[in-house]
């Protein structure tokens, strides 16, 4: 299992999204949005319930095809009308529900529809797979041939993340991969999220924890209302700066009469010194 190699952010997107649009009959769910999604890089999607996270995943996925705007995958144009579309272009999505099979053990789920072999399954060649993938993602999980239903909410999460990389994809999408995780399991997955950034993938991590979010992303995309508002470098924004952007606190009537109180306050005060 080769990694992609690393590079930064300024070299050219895998991926780009301009204009994106997605409606569903007179529901406007995605209006013009923008999204660039570098190797080596993990990027952030935030909003609020209803901002549309979900069906900017769900398009990169190839589910919903978008109503409109332009896909860009090293700067050529591609569509993704069906999933196998995005599989193609090297994007793996892990959903939130994960989708693994309980009564099977972890090699398994990994090779599921995929098994190695001709005539036969190759059980040892998927098991030394399986063992190599997790070792490279430094995963804690004490036997491939445990049932799946066996393991913790954090292994079951590395479980999910190691299935999408037997492809070798150049994109991990990670929707709320730490929801309903406690703190060591939140911990767990967060490592293996700088294990992929190391081996070069573009990280699109989806997540209402803005505390993971500081903790491993570069780059954070604020949602609000199906539209882009606004897209950060983490090492120069502050929580109350995502938060804001999230809820919209610096478009509103509160915001706006307490800047017009301040204004009126320095006018008053340059008066009286002057």
């Known amino acids: 299992m080769t990694a992609v190699s690393p590079t930064t952010s300024e070299d050219e997107p895998i991926l780009s999204l301009r204009g994106m649009s997605k409606s569903?009959?007179?529901?406007?769910?995605?209006?013009?949005?923008?999204?660039?999604?570098?190797?080596g890089e993990v990027v952030a999607i935030v909003g609020d319930n209803g901002a549309g996270k979900s069906t900017l995943v769900k398009i990169l996925a190839g589910v919903h095809p978008a109503t409109s705007g332009t896909i860009t995958h090293y700067g050529d144009d591609v569509t993704l009308a069906n999933p196998a579309d995005s599989r193609d272009l090297g994007i793996a999505i892990v959903f939130q529900d994960l989708a693994l099979c309980d009564n099977l053990d972890v090699v398994s789920n990994l090779f599921l529809?995929?098994?190695?072999?001709?005539?036969?399954?190759?059980?040892?060649?998927?098991?030394?797979?399986?063992?190599?993938?997790?070792?490279?993602?430094?995963?804690?999980?004490?036997?491939?041939?445990?049932?799946?239903?066996?393991?913790?909410g954090g292994q079951r999460q590395t479980v999910a993340i190691a299935r999408s990389l037997i492809g070798n994809p150049s994109i991990v999408v990670l929707d709320e991969p730490t929801a309903a995780l406690g703190v060591a399991q939140t911990a767990e997955v967060l490592n293996l999220i700088e294990h992929l950034r190391e081996r070069?993938?573009?990280i699109v991590l989806v997540s209402h924890n803005m505390a993971d979010v500081q903790a491993v992303a570069d780059r954070v995309v604020v949602l609000r209302l199906g539209r882009n508002n606004g897209d950060f470098a983490v090492a120069d924004v502050t929580y109350e700066d995502i938060i804001a952007a999230i809820t919209g606190a610096t478009d509103n009537a509160v915001t706006r009469r307490a800047t017009l109180q301040g204004a009126i306050f320095t006018r008053a005060q340059e008066g009286l010194s002057s």
């Open 200 to 202: 070069g993938h573009g």
């Open 113 to 152: 529809g995929r098994e190695l072999g001709l005539r036969a399954m190759d059980e040892v060649e998927m098991e030394q797979r399986t063992w190599e993938l997790l070792r490279q993602l430094s995963a804690k999980i004490p036997s491939v041939r445990t049932p799946v239903a066996g393991l913790s």
């Open 24 to 39: 569903f009959g007179a529901i406007q769910a995605l209006v013009d949005v923008s999204l660039d999604i570098y190797p």
